[in-house]
């Protein structure tokens, strides 16, 4: 479970409508607790607190009070469901501390919209904690992420200049502070793609450090791991953001995104080496991965090591279906991937993720 994933739903035992539980489980770890119950441990590990309780009903409002006037929960924002914006509602929803509210039930995109809105805050404040190398890198980067896919899906061309001149400032920022806070700050990105772009550029460019490699192939490094997955651009969002494995059909769908990343990238005429690290990175040393089947001495040195770290980032990163993992026992079951990835390189990775 990760610090800073975890959103506490306050609920009663009015059978109201609970579906925005599920969608909120797609996302963040859920800690569903009741107005008696929740505690001040639960306010200091959370993101976001989203509360659903009969506002009209006067016996919760003084245990509610009590429970959200904890020092704990100062600094993390309140999401209020209420039946119907009434005026009553959102003056008692105010007087609570609500940070938010908003009419339930409502269209899911509505409440990912203003769940998203809060949790974003939140992470802007998280970000002022960096030193300010750390920020700027984090803030443009991102920026850079989400136009970059925008683009992609909607079939338009992508410059590299944007792209190499953040990640140079991902290379600064690394070199400077290191990837612990980074990674910190990136885990609590509400988008698993967007998330995961980043977490394996940071982790490529730490590995490419530890190993030595020159500031080229450094650059290289952390432009391939932002664009590792342009091609799920072009995969449905349904696909991308189940909250469910993935079925032995859907996974044929899935599975078509390297071959997506070569198209995008050949048609904005990037560098082979950067094509390489996107459409290769599945690919496995005995020749079963995908998309081309490549096996030994043709998967490039650095398809290698997008490989590992996009492994690494799947593995110890949270999703709806499954929890997180630890550094340690990521490294253990890589570690007896003979076949699928390059062992020494693997053992290398060890060191700089643990």
């Known amino acids: 479970m990760l610090t800073g994933q975890i959103v506490t739903i306050?609920?009663?035992?009015?059978?109201?409508?609970r579906k925005f539980i599920d969608l909120v489980k797609r996302y963040y770890t859920v800690n569903l607790t009741d107005i008696d119950h929740a505690s001040a441990e639960d306010f200091k590990k959370s993101l976001l607190i989203i509360v659903q309780v009969d506002l009209g009903n006067r016996q919760f409002i003084p245990a509610l009070k009590e429970k959200l006037s904890l020092p704990e929960r100062a600094n993390v924002p309140i999401l209020f469901l209420v039946p119907q914006l009434t005026r009553h509602a959102l003056v008692q929803a105010n007087i609570l501390g609500a940070t938010d509210y908003i009419a339930y039930p409502c269209p899911d995109n509505n409440f990912i919209q203003v769940m998203g809105d809060l949790i974003s805050r939140e992470v802007e404040k998280a970000w002022s904690k960096l030193s300010k190398t750390q920020e700027a890198a984090l803030k443009v980067s991102l920026k850079v992420v989400e136009e970059t896919f925008g683009n992609a899906r909607r079939g338009e061309i992508i410059s590299p200049d944007d792209i190499k001149n953040s990640c140079n400032m991902i290379i600064e920022a690394t070199s400077k502070d290191g990837l612990t806070d980074w990674m910190n700050a990136i885990r609590q990105h509400h988008n698993y793609t967007y998330r995961?772009?980043?977490?394996?550029?940071?982790?490529?460019?730490?590995?490419?450090?530890?190993?030595?490699?020159?500031?080229h192939d450094l650059q290289q490094l952390s432009v391939g791991g932002i664009l590792h997955d342009i091609g799920k651009s072009l995969t449905p969002l349904e696909l991308l953001e189940k909250p469910a494995r993935l079925t032995p059909e859907e996974w044929v769908i899935m599975k078509q995104h390297p071959s997506h990343s070569r198209t995008i990238m050949m048609e904005s005429n990037w560098?082979?080496?950067?094509?390489?690290?996107?459409?290769?990175?599945?690919?496995?040393?005995?020749?079963?991965?995908?998309?081309?089947?490549?096996?030994?001495?043709?998967?490039?040195?650095?398809?290698?090591?997008a490989a590992i770290a996009d492994v690494f980032s799947g593995l110890t990163d949270k999703r709806s279906y499954k929890p997180s993992m630890s550094s340690e026992a990521a490294i253990d079951i890589m570690l007896t991937m003979e076949g699928h990835l390059d062992m020494p390189l693997v053992k290398a990775f060890r060191a700089v993720v643990l």
């Open 10 to 17: 306050i609920c009663d035992e009015n059978k109201q409508s």
């Open 196 to 215: 995961h772009s980043m977490m394996v550029c940071g982790y490529l460019v730490s590995f490419g450090m530890y190993l030595g490699v020159q500031r």
């Open 271 to 305: 560098d082979d080496v950067l094509i390489d690290i996107a459409v290769h990175h599945h690919e496995k040393l005995d020749g079963s991965g995908y998309p081309d089947g490549l096996q030994g001495a043709q998967v490039s040195d650095l398809a290698r090591m």
